[in-house]
């Protein structure tokens, strides 16, 4: 099946991937996402390859060679091969059987010669083209190709076999359709949504894994709004009570119809939408405790602090790392700080100082905030942000790094040392407000006479 035959140009194959299947005694080809994505005419990026070679016959022939080799899955038959600046990952012909939970992982695996039992394993038929590196030959044994050309997503079987092997190809589905822009076959989406409570036998690592690729699919080959869409789909098919449920609690909530379009879950996938990747999980979750606030006390009042610990309770949950739990934790907690534009500007500035490892960010959560609201449609101005960019503009010390004096001169002014910490910190919050302070003379005639 030449590319010629399906009206397609060949793939660019790099210098290196030439050589690697020069090694190989036999068909080396690369298969998934990479030939998706080129015969969709998006940008090619991370190299899937297959081949009938078993790990280790595939060991033997690189050993010697300027390729290095090392196993992932030896049971999957998962290896990655490094050559120069370029890696790839391999993955041996297989037939897959799995646990009737459709927990993911195989139950037992069998390495094969044949690329159709290979094919037929895999999840979705767009997953499934194969391109043969020497003979520069589109191999499509499951109708793939025309699937990519139509912007279609169907599984390469009966779709409930598929989903019921693997939960986790549910939220895959839905990640793919969410990056490309794809439609999902009526069978499949059918079947996704039959099969989303499988997600409860999912490992919280591979939840989130593909979760957060959903949250960012936007940017993943540029697809407008590819985010927002996937946060629908998962909602659709039943799929967030097994990630998020908590966010669910939220429909019907009403809100302050002069500041809120939406009900709280509305607001919540609204912000979400309208923020910087960066950002979005904050977005998602900033107002996640204001069920169980109005529930307990009739008000939202101390949504923000509740909804902090919420967060981090989920996160934890979805196994996220500690450094972006906290983030978002001071994210969400920090949010409504200021909301009404009237806080003194002493105590904002010091605010802006205790806050400037995310200041830049809650600025942006703050802005999605009124977005979401979908009321409030021109620029409003913060005073927030016009304070933090002033003080930037005044050359404000945000670190103690960046102090006129440091631990240094306090030692040569026989400073105690178990004061020069103290000493520095509170010069450090001074100085935000008081801008003599910020010469490094004036630095040391403080330090000189601190107590």
């Not at 996937?230 to 908590?246: C, M, Q, S, T, W």
């Amino acid at each position: 099946m030449c590319a010629k035959a399906f009206g397609l140009r060949r793939m660019t194959v790099s210098t290196p991937l030439e050589e690697l299947a020069n090694l190989f005694p036999t068909p080396l080809y690369i298969v998934g996402g990479a030939v998706r994505d080129f015969v969709a005419g998006f940008p090619v990026s991370d190299i899937d390859l297959a081949a009938s070679l078993k790990p280790d016959e595939l060991i033997a022939i690189l050993k010697d060679s300027n390729f290095k080799v090392s196993p992932t899955s030896l049971k999957l038959g998962t290896l990655k091969i490094r050559a120069k600046n370029e890696s790839y990952e391999y993955t041996s012909f297989r037939t897959d059987s799995y646990p009737l939970d459709g927990s993911h992982r195989p139950s037992d695996v069998k390495f094969t010669k044949e690329i159709k039992e290979d094919a037929l394993r895999r999840d979705f038929t767009i997953n499934a083209v194969y391109y043969h590196i020497k003979t520069q030959e589109f191999v499509d044994l499951c109708g793939g190709i025309p699937d990519i050309k139509n912007r279609l997503i169907r599984t390469t079987a009966h779709p409930e076999k598929v989903l019921k092997e693997d939960a986790l190809r549910v939220l895959r589905g839905i990640r793919i359709a969410a990056q490309t822009g794809f439609e999902i076959e009526n069978k499949t989406f059918a079947a996704l949504a039959a099969y989303a409570s499988g997600l409860k036998n999912i490992a919280a690592e591979r939840i989130r894994e593909e979760f957060d690729k959903i949250i960012i699919a936007d940017t993943h080959l540029g697809i407008k709004d590819g985010h927002i869409r996937g946060l629908r789909l998962l909602d659709e098919i039943g799929a967030l009570k097994y990630i998020v449920p908590e966010l669910l609690e939220g429909k019907g909530v009403l809100q302050r119809a002069d500041f809120h379009k939406y009900d709280v879950f509305g607001h919540a996938l609204s912000v979400f939408e309208a923020a910087p990747p960066e950002i979005r999980l904050a977005a998602l979750l900033h107002d996640i405790a204001k069920p169980a606030t109005l529930r307990k006390t009739g008000r939202f009042a101390g949504h923000d602090k509740a909804g902090a610990e919420m967060a981090v309770n989920i996160m934890r949950r979805l196994v996220y790392p500690e450094a972006e739990i906290r983030r978002v934790k001071k994210l969400i907690a920090a949010h409504m700080y200021d909301l009404d534009n009237k806080t003194g500007e002493k105590k904002l500035r010091l605010f802006i100082l205790e806050h400037c490892d995310i200041i830049e960010d809650l600025i942006k959560l703050k802005r999605a905030d009124i977005a979401g609201g979908g009321i409030i449609k021109e620029d409003v101005p913060l005073r927030l942000e016009e304070t933090y960019h002033s003080m930037l503009n005044e050359g404000v010390a945000f670190s103690i790094k960046a102090l006129p004096i440091s631990g240094r001169d306090l030692l040569e002014l026989d400073i105690p040392a178990n004061t020069r910490g103290a000493l520095l910190g509170d010069l450090l919050k001074r100085s935000v407000n008081d801008s003599a302070l910020r010469t490094r003379e004036a630095a040391l005639n403080f330090a000189k006479k601190y107590k």
